[in-house]
């Protein structure tokens, strides 16, 4: 996976070469003009491909990105920040943090740049419901929706748009990642699984499979295990491409040809985790739904997939996708009630 480049201090913002992640990201280097401080606070700033991926405070150590979740630390940095930039603005603040569903049960959206200080104290992340986030530091308490377009600072329409372009963009760069041989664990026939959890149904899981040596499964034997290491992104030599229909805001349709790697490889990039579970299999074919689901940002991509036994078994060929793009977790089981009919 491609490193993160993280420019603090010494950065100049990108010029107007540069691509942004989204639309939000460009107005706020357009009001930065090149700025590594603001209001004498530090900035992050960071890049992958020639793309601008975030701006925002620099809050958070690699340590508490990750434990936080990228999208979570990002959507904190961002939003703090975006609030004190000269942007045209139709609301108040007060109007702003009231539409967006944001409480402080103490603290305020200001007292967030006390993180900025290199030793801010603990820093927690809960859950208090299903569509809900605490963020606690020691200035303060933060209570914000659990909203994919909240979190990463796009409207679903521009999620649509920017979709097909960053999964085709995708692509592995290193190798699988090798597991510990004490985690995996032996079944009857001689696999190994490294055992994950269930999503929504017990039959959709994340569990992925490994030969007596710690090789991920690839056989036609193993046809459900393959598939689940396909879609997790362990075998990155696949030719296999999928032909995605993707259904859109607003109920519209468009169409994509990209490898299956990456669609795994931009699921990775994006902390997605993978769930696969057999639908339905005949001597020609297998259907599979696949889900990859991002935590920290409360959405969901929603695959339904058909390719026949032959593609499975030579790695090759096409697989027809009904993508859903970023459903939001608490929508998630209407969806599956129109997938059974």
């Known amino acids: 996976m491609t490193v993160m480049l993280?420019?603090?201090?010494?950065?100049?913002?990108?010029?107007?070469?540069?691509?942004?992640?989204?639309?939000?990201?460009?107005?706020?280097?357009?009001?930065?003009?090149?700025?590594?401080?603001?209001?004498?606070?530090?900035?992050?700033i960071e890049e992958k491909d020639g793309t601008v991926e975030h701006i925002g405070y620099r809050f958070f150590s690699s340590e508490e990105?990750?434990?936080?979740?990228?999208?979570?630390?990002?959507?904190?940095?961002?939003?703090?920040?975006?609030?004190?930039?000269?942007?045209?603005?139709?609301?108040?603040?007060?109007?702003?943090?009231?539409?967006?569903?944001i409480l402080f049960r103490s603290g305020s959206l200001s007292s967030l740049k006390s993180l900025c200080k290199e030793e801010h104290g603990d820093i927690t992340l809960q859950s208090v419901t299903e569509r809900r986030h605490l963020f606690s530091w020691s200035a303060g308490e933060m209570v914000f929706p659990a909203d994919v377009e909240l979190i990463l600072g796009r409207s679903q329409t521009e999620n649509d748009r920017r979709l097909p372009s960053e999964i085709a963009s995708s692509a592995f760069e290193d190798q699988a990642p090798v597991p510990a041989m004490e985690d995996l664990t032996p079944r009857e026939d001689g696999l190994l699984v490294l055992p994950g959890d269930f999503y929504y149904l017990e039959s959709l899981s994340s569990d992925t499979y490994y030969d007596g040596s710690g090789i991920p499964v690839n056989s036609l034997l193993y046809e459900s295990e393959t598939l689940s290491n396909l879609f997790a992104g362990?075998?990155?030599?696949?030719?296999?491409?999928?032909?995605?229909?993707?259904?859109?805001?607003?109920?519209?349709?468009?169409?994509?040809?990209?490898?299956?790697?990456?669609?795994a490889a931009y699921a990775l990039e994006n902390d997605c985790r993978s769930y696969v579970g057999i639908i339905a299999r005949n001597k020609e074919e297998v259907e599979l739904l696949v889900v990859y689901r991002n935590v920290s940002a409360s959405y969901n991509h929603i695959l339904r997939v058909q390719l026949s036994h032959e593609c499975v078994g030579e790695g090759k060929g096409k697989a027809s996708v009904r993508l859903t793009p970023f459903v939001p977790t608490h929508s998630v089981q209407y969806l599956f009630e129109e997938l059974k009919k």
């Open 65 to 101: 990105t990750l434990a936080l979740g990228r999208d979570v630390s990002r959507f904190l940095e961002r939003y703090a920040l975006e609030a004190d930039l000269p942007l045209e603005k139709e609301k108040s603040l007060e109007t702003q943090l009231l539409e967006d569903g």
């Open 6 to 44: 993280a420019l603090f201090l010494s950065c100049k913002l990108p010029g107007g070469n540069r691509a942004y992640r989204s639309d939000r990201l460009e107005r706020m280097a357009s009001a930065l003009d090149g700025a590594t401080s603001w209001n004498g606070f530090p900035l992050r």
């Open 234 to 263: 362990l075998i990155r030599d696949s030719a296999i491409e999928l032909e995605i229909r993707m259904r859109v805001y607003g109920l519209k349709t468009q169409t994509l040809r990209v490898p299956l790697t990456s669609m």
